[in-house]
């Protein structure tokens, strides 16, 4: 039976969170050689996601001329990536690890529909990284096969205010472009199906080198 990705898992998010969902997916694909058949759409995705993001930018500053060219920059991200799960379906390997490397979340079978909450990953702990400002989270899902993704939050001020970080769809997620010199606190929730999603898990503080 082949993986089957579950598309809704990044249609969606908010607009600043597709951003960083498309540079996960770039991400794992570009470092895994099991998708190098695919790598011209992955390069042509990177592409559109750095427009994107510039045209994100801009259009805070207002504008009827930037939001329209934010909106024309978000549906060709969302294209290639709609593109890009279908190819991934239709070349799939039967491995559940096929969707989950490539930074997608599969779809669940109707056994695993439960209506009940989510719980929040566990065991969170920070790996350093030799790159200044980048680190390694690992951190336990009690309930794997019921989580499509986990997302990270972090904080520069003890909690106070919380910015989008990046996404994992297995357990263990890169972050990167973090400030250095400063304390940071993270914390991660389970994304699963029909927008169900875990309260947050316990906060990990560290200073960043």
């Not at 990705?5 to 607009?15: G, N, R, V, Y």
């Not at 600043?16 to 997916?25: C, E």
């Not at 279908?86 to 529909?113: C, I, M, P």
């Amino acid at each position: 039976m082949k993986a089957n990705i579950k598309k809704s898992a990044f249609q969606i998010l908010p607009q600043a969170d597709l951003a960083t969902f498309a540079q996960n997916v770039i991400n794992r694909m570009t470092e895994q050689p099991e998708y190098a058949a695919f790598l011209p759409k992955v390069q042509a995705l990177q592409t559109q996601t750095n427009a994107f993001v510039t045209a994100l930018a801009q259009s805070a500053q207002g504008g009827a001329d930037r939001v329209v060219a934010k909106k024309e920059a978000m549906a060709a991200v969302m294209q290639s990536l709609n593109e890009l799960a279908d190819d991934l379906n239709y070349h799939a390997t039967g491995q559940a690890s096929w969707v989950v490397n490539a930074g997608f979340s599969a779809k669940e079978s109707r056994s695993n529909r439960v209506k009940r909450n989510l719980l929040p990953p566990v065991s969170l702990r920070a790996v350093p990284q030799q790159v200044s400002g980048e680190l390694e989270l690992r951190y336990v899902l009690p309930e794997p096969r019921l989580v499509r993704i986990t997302g990270l939050e972090y904080s520069l001020d003890n909690g106070v205010s919380w910015q989008n970080g990046t996404y994992s769809s297995g357990q263990v997620m890169r972050v990167q472009g973090l400030p250095s010199g400063k304390w940071v606190v993270f914390r991660l929730r389970s994304i699963g199906s029909q927008q169900r999603q875990s309260g947050w898990s316990e906060p990990l503080e560290m200073f960043l080198v």
